[in-house]
């Protein structure tokens, strides 16, 4: 029976797809991307038969109709997201209605733009001494966030953090994450990460939002704040001669 993938395109480069991503998307007869935030070049991967919809203008509604009539037609259809899928992506409202029509569906797993943010810093999230836990989170908007993940109360933590959807309201996220972190905490916004385009900003608390405005991002982007930014840490254990381990005995 057709099958729907809802597969994750990575942050921007076309590299930085899976590769049964691509094989997937190389052999749907249906391609919807979410063309505001794909890069269109993923398309490269598609055969040339393929008929390609661009999510960005279409409703719910329409974009189910669609995948209807190509299962229908026993024809694969890839439904591409940016990032990881699992985040921010919309992707469980679909597939509940998908099953309910009792069409199959599968998840593709993709490279998230907070990844590819940490690596264009060329930071570790999880730097030993200085945070073992990474928040992924966002700024209230037009979507609610349970009053309990307000980001005052996750930044009294003072863990890693990584911010999405809420630049173009940088002056209020600074606000909010100075009810946890001190001032003088690292902080960094890193524009279309992985994106020929992309700009990095680096700061702190104090200077981040005003950095961020002058270098004139004001949307997809991601806010990053904790220590991991510039800490050192301490060695790891991993690697340590004196640690041993299932895969190797203590050094002499």
Not at 54 to 69: F, K, M, P, V, Y
Not at 189 to 215: H, N
């Amino acid at each position: 029976m057709a099958k729907v993938y809802f597969i994750g395109a990575g942050p921007g480069d076309p590299e930085l797809i899976t590769v049964k991503a691509a094989r997937v998307i190389g052999s749907a007869g249906v391609i919807i991307y979410a063309g505001s935030l794909v890069n269109r070049e993923i398309l490269r991967y598609a055969r040339e038969t393929a008929r390609v919809y661009n999510s960005a203008g279409l409703t719910l509604e329409e974009i189910l109709d669609i995948i209807t009539g190509a299962v229908a037609r026993g024809e694969t259809v890839a439904r591409i997201h940016s990032g990881d899928p699992s985040l921010y992506g919309a992707i469980r409202e679909q597939m509940a209605l998908l099953e309910q029509r009792g069409i199959p569906c599968q998840v593709i797993p993709g490279v998230s733009s907070f990844l590819a943010a940490a690596a264009a810093l060329q930071r570790e999230l999880t730097v030993p001494g200085a945070s073992q836990t990474v928040i992924i989170t966002r700024l209230e908007g037009r979507t609610a966030v349970p009053r309990e993940e307000d980001l005052a109360s996750l930044a009294r933590h003072r863990s890693s953090m990584c911010i999405f959807l809420s630049v173009h309201m940088i002056e209020n996220v600074v606000e909010k994450l100075l009810a946890g972190y001190p001032p003088e905490t690292p902080a960094a916004v890193v524009a279309k990460a992985s994106w020929p385009e992309e700009k990095v900003v680096r700061g702190d608390l104090r200077c981040i939002a005003r950095l961020a405005r002058e270098a004139g991002i004001d949307k997809t982007a991601l806010i990053m704040v904790g220590d991991f930014l510039t800490a050192a840490g301490k060695r790891s254990r991993l690697y340590d001669k004196n640690f041993a381990h299932g895969c190797r005995g203590k050094r002499p």
